[in-house]
Structures are given as C-alpha cells and as structure tokens.
C-alpha cells in the first residue's frame, strides 16, 4: 500500500499548470486555486476538474453547475495565492483581478493565458476529492506566451517571450 505522504511527495514532482477556477449562478461567485485540471476530450471538447470535498466553496459549484478555467500566465502567482489561501473572503479574491464573463456567467480572467468556460455535466467522488466532468462552450485566448506551473511544491515559469 502506498503511503499518502509517499503519494504527494511523488505527485510534487509532475509538473502541472497552475488555474484559477470560478463559478457564478444562484449560489454565489466563488474561486479556487487548482493544479488538477485536464482534457478528457475533443469531441466534445471537455475538461476534468479535481476539487478537495472540504473546500469551502464546494457546494456552490456543485449548486451553479457551471465553472470557468482560467489558466495563470507567468506573472500571476500572487493571483493563485490569494485563490487558495483561507485569509481572503470570495469578494476579497475577485478584488484582485479583471473579470469578466462568456456562456455561462462564470469570472473570467481578462489576462488569462487561456480561459474554459463549461458546464457541469458529470460529478464523480473519489477518496477526499470530487472529479468534476466539465464539457467546454467558450474559450477566451490571450496572446501572451509564458505560463505559470507548479512543480516541486514552487512556481516556475515557462514559455518564451518574443525578443524586443
């Protein structure tokens, strides 16, 4: 058996964007920080959502059944800490950015690298977390070239910028 402790130290070592999260419908605008975040397919176009079951915002994503991914540009890392830090109030973290909206009504971040903005079609729990099945019905792409990824429990940058 495979030790929780082993497991995340292990997982430290995949590289994975860093996203802005976000919902808005009945149940209220909220946003968390994730790094579990992955196609499923492009036909049709859909993503998979990983988020913790006691988070503080799960249920409102479960009642608005809509979300938007907003994938962090390089010099976002701030953004990403007060989306996940406990300190900061949901109207407090949306203070901190530009948004914006597409189909679903969910913040959109203005300068994202990229943002998806989808529908909730599928809820399946596994252990602590719940997999959310997202299919996609708009996307917003920005120009900018670098990327901020996790690996090994810090930020990085990756991406190439046009020489001036």
Same mark, same amino acid.
């Given at each position: 058996? &495979?030790?929780?402790?082993?497991?995340? =130290?292990?997982?430290?070592? !995949?590289? @994975? %964007?860093?996203?802005?999260?976000?919902?808005?419908?009945? +149940?209220?605008?909220?946003?968390?920080?994730? +790094? %579990?975040?992955? @196609?499923?397919?492009? *036909?049709?176009?859909?993503? !998979?959502?990983?988020? =913790?079951?006691?988070?503080?915002?799960?249920? =409102?994503? &479960?009642?608005?059944?809509v979300l938007c991914v907003n994938v962090l +540009?390089?010099?976002?890392?701030?953004? @990403? =800490? &007060?989306?996940?830090?406990?300190?900061? +109030?949901?109207?407090?973290?949306?203070?901190?950015?530009?948004? *914006?909206?597409?189909?679903?009504?969910?913040?959109?971040?203005?300068?994202? !690298?990229?943002?998806?903005?989808?529908?909730?079609?599928?809820?399946?729990? &596994?252990?602590?977390? *719940?997999?959310?099945?997202?299919?996609?019905?708009?996307?917003? /792409?920005? /120009?900018?070239?670098r990327a901020l990824v996790y690996f090994n429990?810090?930020?990085?940058?990756?991406g190439e910028t046009e020489p001036a």
């Amino acid at each position: 058996m &495979v030790e929780a402790t082993d497991f995340r =130290n292990a997982m430290s070592l !995949l590289t @994975s %964007a860093v996203n802005v999260v976000t919902t808005m419908g009945d +149940s209220g605008r909220h946003g968390f920080t994730a +790094s %579990a975040v992955c @196609s499923v397919t492009d *036909t049709p176009p859909t993503l !998979l959502v990983c988020m =913790n079951k006691s988070s503080r915002s799960y249920i =409102n994503f &479960v009642e608005n059944k809509v979300l938007c991914v907003n994938v962090l +540009s390089a010099d976002r890392a701030h953004l @990403s =800490n &007060v989306f996940a830090s406990s300190k900061f +109030s949901s109207e407090q973290r949306f203070e901190q950015g530009e948004w *914006t909206e597409l189909e679903t009504g969910s913040p959109v971040l203005q300068d994202a !690298l990229v943002s998806f903005d989808c529908e909730i079609g599928q809820i399946q729990e &596994v252990g602590t977390h *719940t997999i959310l099945i997202c299919p996609i019905v708009a996307i917003q /792409q920005n /120009q900018e070239d670098r990327a901020l990824v996790y690996f090994n429990r810090a930020y990085h940058q990756v991406g190439e910028t046009e020489p001036a």
